[in-house]
């Protein structure tokens, strides 16, 4: 079930990857900004996430100068996908301004409701969801992106607003499940 608009954001305590961003192990009030949080689940392998990098580069550079906490999450089995191992994690995010975490057991996504890769979560200053779905609506060639729903909601939150535009269906892998 995806989480409920409003609604608070589960805990977690997650190993990251990126051992320049953030502290070995992070929860989620680790992840925070003053203003408000992002999580976007991600991964390694999948074709939308990797035509996203620079642009969720450039997103969590923003998020930072604007008080927002960043923070990807990769719940992707290993076994069926190695490239989205915990090895494979820490080599990406040396080029990540992000902490970048490992859902081993995918007690997150699950808590989460998280169904693809990316997949983004906006939550206010008191960690309630206000926005949930994709950055815009070309995650594989940003050249043909004509929204910006994320950015909006983000912008919106901050300026005390509603998101016109609180959940959209994300566009990219799906999360890959245990059996």
């Known amino acids: 079930m995806p ?21 070995p192990t992070m929860n989620f009030k680790q992840s925070a900004g003053l203003q408000g949080t992002v999580i976007v689940f991600e991964c390694n392998h999948c074709p939308y996430v990797i035509a996203s990098i620079e642009r969720m580069e450039s997103m969590a550079a923003w998020c930072g100068e604007v008080g927002v906490g960043f923070v ?15 090895e494979h994690m820490q080599k990406r995010a040396t080029s990540m301004g992000y902490a970048y975490l490992h859902d ?8 989460y409701g998280a169904k693809r890769t990316p997949e983004f979560f906006l939550f206010d200053a008191n960690n309630r969801l206000v926005y949930q779905g994709r950055m815009d609506d070309a995650p594989r060639d940003p050249t043909k992106a004509t929204t910006s729903e994320l950015k909006d909601a983000i912008e919106a939150m901050l300026s005390g607003q509603t998101p016109t535009i609180e959940r959209t269906e994300s566009i990219g892998c799906s999360v890959k499940w245990k059996a």
């Not at 805990?11 to 990126?18: D, E, S």
């Not at 990807?72 to 915990?86: M, W």
């Not at 081993?104 to 808590?111: L, M, N, P, S, V």
Request: proline share 7%; aromatic share 6%.
């Open 3 to 23: 989480l409920s608009l409003g609604q608070i954001a589960p805990a977690f305590q997650l190993t990251n990857a990126n051992a320049a961003v953030g502290e």
């Open 72 to 86: 990807g999450i990769n719940s992707n089995d290993p076994v069926v996908y190695p490239n989205d191992s915990f």
């Open 104 to 111: 081993e057991t995918q007690e997150i996504a699950h808590a």
